[in-house]
């Protein structure tokens, strides 16, 4: 199995704030990457695919980049609405794993 | 729109079974592959297995094979999945979810709103 490690695993930060979560791949899975957010008690929610391109309705602060083995996922200013828990998921090979999750705060 | 409205909750017996359903509608059910995934209290995200509502095919997670079973029934947009020989570790909320494409690599653009599955004695 491809395993999926996020880091940090838990971030704060203030509004308006740059953040940068970065998901490694045990092995490469070209662009075979998503990104997820969720809020408490609420299904996860798609933000990027394919590792860079946003998924329809995601606002443009969201953006992610990377191929192989190591991808980030960048919002590029914080909003109140953006502190939630965030995984990133490959869908290269079965099965298909995420990352353990990093959790963004409120600083 | 695009809806996947699941079943509700279920507390079981260790041993025994649940049957999980997802009602899907706002799209062609026979185009998009489902997933399930699971997410124990306070845990991460675990996928099961997919089902290809077309064909009925199905792809399941070693972890569970032997365990799980997907179906669906095309007459009423719905897919099931139901897990067998219940441990208190499968004590989780149980999603499905849509593949955005018509390939089963696809990411999950739309999620069920979650079942919880409570098992104990």
């Known amino acids: 199995d491809i395993q999926m490690t996020q880091s940090p695993s838990s971030v704060s930060a203030s509004v308006g704030d740059r953040v940068t979560i970065t998901c490694r791949a045990s092995q490469g899975i070209s662009s075979w990457l998503a990104w997820y957010q969720q809020k408490p008690g609420k299904a996860p929610n798609l933000l990027i695919y394919a590792a860079s391109s946003l998924q329809s309705g995601v606002p443009s602060r969201f953006s992610g980049s990377g191929s192989g083995t190591d991808f980030t996922l960048t919002i590029s200013s914080l909003q109140p609405e953006d502190f939630a828990t965030y995984y990133c998921q490959q869908a290269n090979s079965f099965p298909i794993t995420f990352g353990q999750g990093t959790r963004l705060e409120i600083k | 729109q695009v809806q996947l409205v699941q079943s509700g909750a279920e507390v079981k017996n260790p041993g025994a079974s649940v049957k999980v359903s997802c009602k899907a509608s706002?799209?062609?059910?026979?185009?998009?592959?489902m997933h399930w995934v699971r997410q124990a209290p306070g845990q991460g995200l675990e996928w099961m297995g997919w089902?290809?509502?077309?064909?009925?095919?199905?792809n399941y997670a070693q972890k569970f094979q032997g365990r799980v079973t997907m179906t669906r029934d095309t007459s009423i947009s719905t897919v099931h999945m139901e897990l067998s020989r219940l441990r208190s570790d499968d004590t989780a909320v149980y999603y499905c979810?849509?593949?955005?494409?018509?390939?089963?690599?696809?990411?999950?653009?739309?999620w069920g709103q979650g079942t919880l599955v409570t098992v104990s004695s």
């Open positions: 706002g799209y062609t059910f026979t185009g998009y592959y």
């Open positions: 089902i290809n509502p077309n064909s009925g095919g199905t």
């Open positions: 979810a849509r593949g955005r494409g018509y390939s089963a690599y696809e990411p999950f653009d739309y």
